[in-house]
């Protein structure tokens, strides 16, 4: 048999064993690339879901809607109490009536988990540290009479880097509870203290990245 034909034969029946070896060193590669991919689908899949969790904006009268431009990024509802203080009654120094001195709440996620506490300012304060400070721009009467109103606040300030650092408005809406006592506030209690338990939702919102 001619030399050259020899080495053929050699070539083929090396030629399996060649082609394996190649793909046996491709295999990191190709487990890395597919890992790149199903990594890459992850941020997706989460977008999705959070997209298919998205909470709707609360239905509220025209005064109490936040600028187009704004975008709601948390939902929490409150529960806690609204605090009075007996005082005489301004441009009246003969009358006393209870005035509005802060709230005292806790702020839940829908699963219960408690991740912002509420209180004087009016502050809303976040697990993360961050906070928002707001003042009230617009009220309207809740359709519950003992129920104290609605609102629409604007942050008139920010802290810190979490959840509540980018905030730009915050509704107080569904109220229950929380008004002021009818009776006790006189001469005889003025100064003394009363808390009255509320719940609330609050929504809060800021522009879009």
Same mark, same amino acid.
């Given at each position: 048999?001619? =030399?050259?034909?020899?080495?053929k034969? $050699?070539?083929f029946?090396? %030629?399996? %064993?060649?082609? &394996?070896q190649?793909?046996?060193?491709?295999?990191?590669?190709?487990?890395?690339?597919?890992? &790149?991919?199903a990594?890459?689908?992850?941020?997706? &899949?989460i977008?999705? $879901?959070?997209?298919?969790? $998205?909470?709707?904006?609360?239905?509220?009268?025209?005064?109490?809607?936040?600028?187009?431009?704004q975008?709601?990024l %948390?939902?929490?509802?409150?529960?806690?109490?609204?605090?009075?203080e007996?005082?005489?009654?301004?441009?009246?120094?003969?009358?006393?009536?209870? +005035?509005?001195?802060?709230?005292?709440?806790?702020?839940?996620e829908?699963?219960?988990?408690?991740?912002?506490?509420?209180?004087?300012?009016?502050?809303?304060e976040?697990?993360?540290?961050?906070?928002?400070?707001? !003042?009230?721009?617009?009220?309207?009467?809740?359709p519950?009479?003992n129920?104290?109103?609605?609102l629409? %606040?604007?942050?008139?300030?920010n802290?810190?880097?979490?959840i509540?650092?980018?905030v730009?408005?915050?509704?107080?809406?569904?109220?229950?509870?929380?008004?002021p006592?009818?009776?006790?506030?006189? !001469?005889?209690?003025?100064? +003394?203290?009363?808390?009255?338990n509320?719940?609330?939702?609050?929504f809060?919102?800021?522009?879009? =990245?």
């Amino acid at each position: 048999m001619k =030399p050259e034909i020899k080495l053929k034969q $050699r070539c083929f029946l090396l %030629l399996p %064993l060649v082609i &394996a070896q190649v793909g046996v060193a491709q295999m990191p590669q190709l487990e890395a690339a597919q890992g &790149a991919i199903a990594q890459s689908a992850v941020p997706e &899949a989460i977008a999705q $879901r959070a997209q298919a969790k $998205r909470i709707a904006s609360p239905q509220v009268p025209e005064n109490l809607k936040v600028p187009p431009n704004q975008v709601l990024l %948390l939902k929490q509802r409150a529960k806690g109490v609204q605090i009075y203080e007996c005082k005489v009654k301004s441009g009246n120094a003969n009358q006393f009536e209870w +005035t509005f001195v802060a709230p005292e709440a806790n702020l839940f996620e829908e699963q219960g988990k408690n991740d912002i506490k509420h209180y004087a300012g009016p502050t809303w304060e976040a697990n993360d540290g961050s906070k928002v400070v707001g !003042q009230v721009k617009a009220s309207f009467d809740s359709p519950s009479p003992n129920a104290i109103p609605w609102l629409l %606040l604007q942050a008139k300030s920010n802290e810190g880097n979490g959840i509540l650092s980018k905030v730009a408005y915050i509704q107080r809406v569904d109220t229950v509870g929380g008004k002021p006592p009818l009776r006790g506030c006189d !001469q005889k209690s003025m100064g +003394t203290q009363k808390r009255v338990n509320y719940t609330s939702d609050y929504f809060f919102y800021g522009t879009a =990245p």
